[in-house]
Structures are given as C-alpha cells and as structure tokens.
C-alpha cells in the first residue's frame, strides 16, 4: 500500500502550553493557596488593629480634653482671686492716697509737708512690698495650679499608651 498524504491520518493529542509532543502533560504546579483568603484574614487583622487603635486614641484624646478642661477651670479660678486682689490692693493704695492729700491739706509748714511725704512714701513702699510678694506669691500659685492638673494628667496618659 502506497502511503501519501490523502490516507495518512495524524492524531495529536499535545497541547502546545501544558503537554509535550507525547501526550504527557507537563506540570508547572503550586500548591494551592488560597490568596482570596488570605488577603481576607490580613484585611480584617488589619481593620480589627485600626478599630483598636482608633478607641484608644479616642479614649487618649478625652482624657486629655477633661485634662485641659480641668486645668483651665483652675486657671481661671486663680485668675478671678488674682485680679480681685489687685482689684483690693488698689482699692487700699487709692484710700492710702486720699488719706495723704486730706493729711497734706491740713499741714502749716513746709516742714510738716517734707515730714508727711517722707512718711507717705515710706508706707508707700512697705505697701508696694508686700503687695508685690503677694501678688507674686497668688501669681506662682495659679501657674502651679494650671499646669499640675496637665503635667499628672499627660504622666498618666503617656505611661498608660507606653504599657
């Protein structure tokens, strides 16, 4: 029998990608993973760490505010004691004063206007003296009032996010 091309009859069964010229398939496989999954679980580890972290620093930022709310509070407190006393220390020196002019209206010598004056300033000063103590002393205590509220409040924040 003659053979040509009109009777021979070629089967291929090789896919050019996954078989080879035999019929046997060539095996390039991973073991399956399921990257759907696993991108799922690092996504909601992800958004579970966020929501952890958003509460906390919501609860940071409130305490925080009932800090400052706290510390200005005291702040004005002092503020209101410290301007009353001025207000009172002005009061005082300005009746000291009137004092004096009614006292120098009634001197008849020269010599009893130098003696007024040298005594007026004299308790012009002592005055000055200890309203300035004072009133440093009310301006420190208002600093230390303000500030400690702040300082034991962030010391409390701050060790509490580092723990």
């Not at 053979?3 to 896919?15: F, I, S």
């Not at 050019?16 to 390039?28: W, Y």
Request: one cysteine or more.
């Amino acid at each position: 029998m003659l053979v040509n091309d009109a009777n021979v009859k070629v089967e291929t069964h090789a896919d050019p990608v996954t078989e080879n010229a035999n019929g046997a398939k060539l095996r390039f496989e991973l073991p399956l993973l399921n990257f759907q999954e696993l991108f799922r679980g690092f996504a909601e580890q992800g958004a579970a760490q966020a929501r952890k972290n958003i509460e906390s620093m919501k609860s940071t930022s409130e305490e925080i505010s009932d800090v400052l709310r706290e510390a200005c509070s005291m702040n004005v407190k002092g503020t209101i004691d410290y301007g009353a006393r001025v207000i009172e220390i002005s009061k005082n020196n300005t009746s000291a004063t009137l004092e004096f002019f009614s006292r120098l209206a009634e001197t008849r010598s020269l010599l009893d206007i130098v003696h007024l004056s040298i005594a007026q300033s004299r308790e012009a000063f002592e005055a000055a003296s200890v309203q300035n103590r004072e009133l440093w002393a009310l301006a420190q205590k208002v600093a230390i009032d303000t500030t400690e509220p702040i300082k034991t409040g962030f010391n409390r924040v701050l060790q509490r996010t580092v723990a």
